[in-house]
């Protein structure tokens, strides 16, 4: 069994990881996932390869982004990129 001492610093060290989200920036991760669920779904539906793997882009890259413009610039790039491509 854990020392209580030691159970509380792994719980501080877990807030330290998911506190450097803002909400902006898991608003955007939400918004941008859905839409690349969507692109998913319809790429395989209509064997688009391209729209799939943007798809599937879009649903991941929210977690690898540093700060919100970023996770808006980089959902509204591969969104744009997946209109021309369509």
């Known amino acids: ?3 209580p001492e030691e159970l509380i610093n792994k719980i501080s060290s877990l807030e330290g990881l998911v506190s450097h989200y803002s909400w902006s920036a ?3 991760a939400l918004i941008f996932s859905v839409i690349g669920l969507w692109m998913f779904r319809q790429g395989k539906r209509n064997g688009n390869y391209k729209v799939l793997i ?3 882009a879009l649903m991941f890259y929210g977690y690898f982004t540093p700060g919100a413009w970023m996770a808006w610039g980089v959902g ?3 969104c ?3 209109k021309k491509l369509w």
């Open 1 to 3: 069994m854990d020392d």
């Open 76 to 78: 509204t790039a591969l």
């Open 54 to 56: 943007i798809g599937i």
């Open 26 to 28: 898991i608003i955007a």
């Open 80 to 82: 744009l990129l997946a």
